[in-house]
């Protein structure tokens, strides 16, 4: 089976830098998503990373480490609207099933 | 852009009552999922299907049963509601395809809040 594993909650001031980290342990590995998901909506698509390496999507970046079964969501100028619950998520075969990790609440301050 | 929509937003019912939760995606995806979201584990997945009449356990499949009839429509039935039911019901779609990140990306409803009392 997988497992994943994420801090449960981070806080920041508007303008900061936070970095969701997540291990994994899974049976196969194909790639590793991030989604957010506000309070009271549905889950979006952030990032998807299949090789090692640095994504860049704006003010969001992801990072994997296959080697080390690591990966992170990196925010940069934090604002108020990032203020969300961001999950990890890794397909580990190709079934187009994804495990999730448990999610990391991350609150903005003004 | 791609619209997943779920019949209800907020149910209540009985323990015991059939339960019917069903879910439509407009964008030809062969994939869809069911989930249930519980604070602090996450997304846990109950049933998919790859294509019509297909269907395949998740990792928590029990007291659950599903159905897809159409490619678009995917329903989740519960046999019998029990208060540990209680929970947030998300439905995704995805494509169909070689790994990669347009199979991976998952598209999720709004969900359904559903009460079990």
């Known amino acids: 089976g997988q497992s994943l594993e994420q801090p449960s909650e981070v806080t920041a001031v508007e303008g900061a830098i936070v970095q969701i980290n997540c291990t994994y342990q899974t049976s196969g590995f194909y790639g590793l998503s991030w989604y957010q998901q506000h309070d009271g909506g549905a889950p979006t698509f952030l990032s998807y990373n299949a090789l090692d390496g640095l994504e860049e999507t704006g003010r969001f970046s992801s990072f994997l480490s296959r080697s080390d079964s690591y990966g992170y969501l990196l925010l940069q100028e934090l604002q108020m609207k990032d203020s969300a619950s961001y999950f990890c998520a890794v397909s580990g075969s190709n079934d187009y099933k994804l495990s999730f990790g448990a999610g990391t609440t991350v609150t903005v301050r003004a | ?117």
């Open chain 2, 1 to 117: 852009d791609v619209k997943v929509t779920q019949s209800s937003r907020y149910l209540v019912k009985r323990t015991g009552e059939k339960v019917f939760l069903e879910c439509v995606q407009d964008m030809d995806h062969e994939n869809m999922f069911w989930y249930r979201q519980d604070p602090g584990l996450g997304l846990r997945l109950i049933y998919f299907s790859y294509d019509v009449k297909m269907k395949e356990k998740g990792d928590i499949p029990e007291g659950y049963s599903v159905s897809r009839e159409k490619k678009e429509r995917f329903s989740l039935i519960l046999e019998s509601a029990s208060t540990n039911q209680t929970s947030m019901y998300l439905c995704a779609s995805s494509f169909k395809g070689l790994a990669g990140i347009w199979q991976e990306t998952q598209y999720f409803g709004p969900g359904t809040r559903l009460l079990v009392l």
